[in-house]
């Protein structure tokens, strides 16, 4: 007899079936484990067998041969212990019950208890597609579990409880599927850190409004204490509202990398990661055997803020210049690549200097004689031209921070004009893979960004003077795009030009001796 139990496989973000098919033969015991597996998959065996023996079933004595269906692709993780122990259960005709429609996922501990694995919500996503009518998967994997919709999701604390409801048995507690995740009740607007609590720094905060309205990447340049990292932080209070498909996409990445809260289930508030500067470029950019996702795809569809943006190691710095720019990352292996979505709003935070005083109006500069160069030198040209905003964020005044009162914006209100800015940019792209103007094709530019004579003359002049590449060219014109959007103009003006242009001056002025 042959027995075959549903399960789920996971090649990166896309999950794929996997059959697992047991067979007992002969008298003599022997247990091999075939279908490509790894080293933890074979490991099963072992973890398998004591948890069957010590949840007090028969374990099935003979020539043991479990495969995993399709054979030519690789399985890894602990993912299938529990449809192999559901298999051998069958096979030795210890559960009788019809398992067509059903799927199962999870790793088993020696005693019997399910424990939780990565990656299960794209998995469960691709056994609805799959036609799968129910799942059994750990109970600290249900919320995440029970995002997808038409699919029974049961949460299994134990292999003794799973059995006695196949079995059609009575247990205590009962196993019953979990209520599907609500994402229009859930709670997406709970932000601990608002503008309000910045004093001053009016143009920068502007600028940052500017970048979360169009999607625009954005550097900071300012001393120490000047707010920059305040102001970075709050930035996740201002960017639009999360969609659920967005919500979705980065909980599966999320979901795979095994940094997913299993008291949430789904993420329904932007990202905001800020890697230490001593991060490696594979902790950036994901890596290790088996490629997981790094900071820049966990920051997707949200923030990726590098503070002391120097200080990070250029091999690091350079890995995401394509990945910036594509909104995908391929990590390629012995064993195959493995593609995982970027798409991130890059935001950098540095000091002009290693003291951090150049330029300061009242404190000096104590760096030697070249020193600021080479510092700035380890932001590399063609980074920074990926860069759409760059910012002087100059020291707070005294009669700034003093001042009481409200008078400073509150982040609420600066999201809510962002909110219309960006559904202007989803009404201009609808139907189109383009989600904001940071993203405008070259097609897409020229028929949303149409210049009048004046504005053209106006560009040309600064493109000249400025020694512009054609990459910032394009950025000038999406940043203007951004600011008439806000502004409730359909056609871009020299204003908005003058100001998007301002936001580009800082690579040329303090960038120039160090290129």
Known sequence: MVAKVQSMGLTGLEAFPVEVEADVAGTKYRFDMVGLPDAAVNEAKERVEAAVKNCGYAFPYGHITVNLAPADVRKAGSVYDMPIFIALMVVSRQISADLSGSAFLGEISLSGDVRRVDGVLPMVIEARAAGVERIFVPAENAKEASVVDRIRVYPVKNMRQLVAFLRGEETEPALVPVEPFDFAAADTRVYPLDFADVKGQHNAKRALEVAAAGGHNILMSGPPGSGKSMLAKRLPSILPDLSFEEALQTTKIYSVAGALDAQKGLITQRPFRSPHHTVSAAGLSGGGAIPKPGEISLAHNGVLFLDELPEFPRASLETMRQPIEDGKITISRASGSLTYPCQVMLVAAMNPCPCGYLGHPTKACTCAPGAAQRYLARVSGPLLDRIDIQIEVPPVDFEALTAKGGAEETSEAIRARVNRAR?????????????????????????????????????????????????????????????????????????????????????????????
């Not at 559904?423 to 993203?439: D, L």
């Not at 530019?445 to 054609?470: I, M, N, P, W």
């Not at 600011?483 to 960038?511: K, Q």
Request: proline residues 0%.
């Open 423 to 515: 559904a202007v940019q989803q009404k201009r792209f609808e139907g189109t893979a383009t989600t904001c103007n940071a993203k405008m094709t070259e097609r897409q530019l020229e028929k949303y960004c149409a210049l009048t004579e004046s504005c053209k003359k106006l560009l040309q002049s600064v493109f000249d003077k400025l020694g512009l590449s054609a990459r910032a060219y394009n950025k000038i014109l999406k940043l203007a795009r951004t600011i008439a959007d806000l502004a409730g103009e359909e056609n871009i003006s020299e204003a908005h030009l003058m100001e998007a242009i301002r936001y580009r001056n800082l690579d040329r002025r303090i960038f120039a001796g160090a290129k």
